[in-house]
C-alpha cells in the first residue's frame, strides 16, 4: 500500500509564502509524474503544478512566476514553493502521484490547507 503525507500548510497574509511537502511511503517501485492540486470552497479540483520523473514542469497560468514544483527522488518527495501568495490561493492542497511500472496506479495525499489572508 503507498501513502502521500503532505505537510507546510497554514495561514499566511497576501505576499508571503509557504513551502509544501509530500512524501510517498509504501511498496513503490517507480514514481512516474507527481503533482500539486487545489480545491477551493465552491470550485473543482484543479491543477497547479506538476512535474514528471525527469525536471519537465508544468504550471497552472494563475502561478507560473510564483511557484516552483520541485522533487527529491531519493526521498520519494515532491514539493510546492509558494510565493507572493494571493487571496486566491486559498484552498486544500493535494498532493498526486503516478505509480508503477506496467501497471500505473494514481495515488492522493489528505490535502493540507493553506488559507491566504488579505
Known amino acids: 500500500q503507498v501513502q502521500l503525507v503532505e505537510s507546510g500548510g497554514g495561514l499566511v497574509q497576501a505576499g508571503g509564502s509557504l513551502r509544501l511537502s509530500c512524501a510517498a511511503s509504501?511498496?513503490?517501485?517507480?514514481?512516474?509524474?507527481m503533482g500539486w492540486y487545489r480545491q477551493a470552497p465552491g470550485k473543482q479540483r484543479e491543477l497547479v503544478a506538476a512535474?514528471?520523473?525527469?525536471?519537465?514542469?508544468n504550471y497552472t497560468d494563475s502561478v507560473k512566476g510564483r511557484f516552483t514544483i520541485s522533487r527529491d527522488n531519493a526521498r520519494n518527495t515532491v514539493y510546492l514553493q509558494m510565493n507572493s501568495l494571493k487571496p486566491e490561493d486559498t484552498g486544500v492542497y493535494y498532493c498526486?502521484?503516478?505509480?508503477?511500472?506496467?501497471?500505473?496506479?494514481?495515488?492522493w495525499g489528505q490535502g493540507t490547507q493553506v488559507t491566504v489572508s488579505e
Open positions: 498526486n502521484a503516478d505509480i508503477g511500472v506496467l501497471r500505473h496506479v494514481n495515488y
Open positions: 509504501g511498496r513503490i517501485f517507480s514514481i512516474n509524474a
Open positions: 512535474i514528471t520523473n525527469g525536471v519537465r514542469t
